[in-house]
């Protein structure tokens, strides 16, 4: 029998993953959503497309494409492409900071460049270059010579605000939207001005130590010793300050809404026993919690500006929480040594990936010396997996599903977004989305030692939970 080659492979992916697709968008009576019209969350068939039926056969589709894509390409023609890949992420921000998804909303014939133009103030032939590149990308569509319109892509960056609004309290842009403008702008402004220094950030790493904030890519980009919030607090920079935590916020709900309740089984713990939510902002995970389990005791630690907010947050979502001890809230810097004893779990969402090796030990080691020999760590996190099979973590088969060969195991450019996640923690923060690798050294190193994992269904992040050693 002659050998299958991987050009074969690739499209028997695509074409059992199609047909699996179809079927299941048959069997709803539905038909996929079209790239050719705007994003409708709340049409059936995006529904539909998001179901854990169908993302799988779609994820296998992405990362096959790329890769045939790849295989067949002529390879210098696949290197020049991906290296002029900035020249879209420019495009993209030309697009989002001039409005031009706002501007074609309800505009299905589309608009002349010289009309989209006329109201964003760009130059009209320069700007039809650009939005020829993007719609070459499937980032809106050229309907004819220098007409365009959105599509299920670029419709993605319309804020839902009209252009009058926008243009009336410009520094307010993005307050109240749904964020992914405010990210998109963000991510090819400062992020992508940052990530041009990355190959200097490595040649001349920190000398004392790993976790110097001088010598990010984005301090060397934007000549500042700052990052964070004590950049975006600079005067001059209100607008970036406000687009970043409409950013932020945005980012913070790719999340199922119930993720925190799934995966660790918060009603193993006996009654009364008290969750550390470390970082925990306002408290919306602990909120969460409480409310299914009603038996136990949360204290949230933040810094003092957020925790003066959380008390309204309580007080709107769930007062008597408050007023019976079901949550405290309490200011702690969680660089400095725990001032809670008698602990049940110490939650961490999103605390270790901002910051380097260094850092992340400090937190951890605080959190272990205040922990007893019960004491268990709940860690939320992305876990990236390697772009490898033969991981010798044996957790990894249960975080990472491996793809059909000759797919690569974590599935290609269907994963493409952890390493690029991965990449803007680093260049802003020296932060890391960490490998099961990288949290098991990380850990061990700080008492700490992993029992069990939790991935869970249509989140990024999954549960890491350890105990002490
Ligand atoms: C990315 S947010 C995560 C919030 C929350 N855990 C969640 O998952 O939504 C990071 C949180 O850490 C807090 N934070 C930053 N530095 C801190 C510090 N040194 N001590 C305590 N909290 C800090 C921030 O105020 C913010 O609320």
Not at 70 to 88: E, K, Q, R, S
Not at 127 to 138: K, P, Y
Not at 158 to 187: F, M, Q, W
Request: one cysteine or more.
């Amino acid at each position: 029998m002659s050998k299958i080659s991987p050009l074969r492979q690739l499209a028997n992916i695509i074409s059992e993953s199609v047909d699996k697709i179809e079927a299941e968008m048959a069997k709803a009576n539905l038909e996929y959503p079209s790239l050719d019209e705007p994003f409708n969350p709340f049409s059936p068939g995006e529904g539909a497309a998001m179901a854990p039926t169908i993302r799988p056969s779609a994820a296998l589709i992405v990362g096959a494409c790329a890769q045939l894509s790849a295989i067949v390409n002529i390879p210098a023609l696949t290197l020049y492409d991906t290296i002029g890949a900035f020249h879209v992420s420019s495009g993209i921000r030309v697009a989002v900071e001039g409005n031009v998804a706002e501007i074609l909303r309800g505009q299905p014939q589309g608009l002349h460049v010289n009309d989209i133009a006329a109201k964003n103030g760009m130059d009209g032939p320069t700007l039809a270059r650009v939005l020829r590149l993007l719609a070459t990308h499937h980032i809106f569509i050229e309907v004819a010579p220098n007409v365009f319109k959105n599509n299920r892509i670029s419709s993605m960056m319309d804020t839902l605000k009209s252009v009058e609004e926008i243009k009336a309290d410009p520094v307010n842009k993005h307050t109240g939207t749904p964020g992914v403008a405010a990210l998109v702008e963000h991510t090819s402004d400062e992020i992508m001005k940052a990530s041009a220094f990355l190959p200097e950030a490595l040649e001349k790493p920190a000398k004392g130590s790993l976790d110097d904030l001088s010598t990010t890519p984005f301090a060397i980009a934007f000549k500042t010793q700052k990052y964070g919030f004590d950049w975006f607090e600079e005067p001059g920079n209100e607008f970036r300050l406000k687009r970043f935590a409409a950013a932020m916020e945005g980012a913070s709900r790719v999340d199922p809404p119930n993720a925190i309740l799934s995966g660790f089984k918060w009603e193993s713990l006996g009654s009364k026993t008290v969750v550390v939510d470390i970082g925990g902002g306002m408290g919306h995970l602990s909120l969460k919690i409480a409310q299914q389990h009603k038996d136990l005791r949360f204290v949230v630690q933040d810094r003092a500006p957020v925790i003066k907010e959380a008390e309204g947050f309580w007080k709107t979502n769930l007062p008597s929480a408050l007023e019976d001890g079901t949550v405290t809230l309490q200011v702690h810097d969680f660089f400095t040594p725990q001032p809670k004893a008698d602990v049940g779990v110490f939650l961490c969402r999103m605390i270790l990936h901002d910051y380097g090796k260094n850092k992340a030990t400090t937190i951890l080691k605080h959190l272990r010396a205040a922990a007893g020999s019960k004491t268990k760590l709940l860690i939320v996190e992305q876990v990236v997996p390697y772009a490898c099979r033969g991981s010798s973590s044996k957790f990894s088969a249960k975080l990472h599903i491996e793809p059909p060969q000759p797919l690569l195991a974590n599935g290609g450019k269907a994963s493409a977004i952890a390493y690029l996640g991965d990449m803007q923690m680093y260049v802003g923060l020296l932060g890391e989305e960490r490998t099961i690798g990288t949290f098991e050294e990380l850990l061990r190193s700080a008492g700490w030692e992993i029992e069990d994992v939790f991935p869970i269904p249509g989140s990024v992040h999954s549960q890491i939970l350890a105990v002490p050693v």
